[in-house]
């Protein structure tokens, strides 16, 4: 059986991936109406580590935009993409 920081975390990654902006809205108030104020989400010490990090990169100016990434991505991806027909 899962548990609730797996699943969380498999939730997350499945979100990051969706571009459709109505299944997010939907999504987002389905979510908002299930959450409660008394519910309080622990993080787990990678993801506070992770947040450091995160912290650190924007203090130090290392960052990326989102055009850029979304290429490094493209590329990323067609590379494997070649390996597997290859």
Known sequence: MATVDKIRSGLIDKILTIKNKDFLLALDKLVSLSATDKELVGLTEEQ???????????????????????????????KQISKIHA
Not at 57 to 65: H, Y
């Open 48 to 78: 506070k580590e992770m947040l450091k990090l995160s912290e650190e990169d924007i203090k130090n100016g290392r960052l990326i935009s989102q055009g850029a990434m979304d290429k490094r991505n493209h590329l990323f991806l067609k």
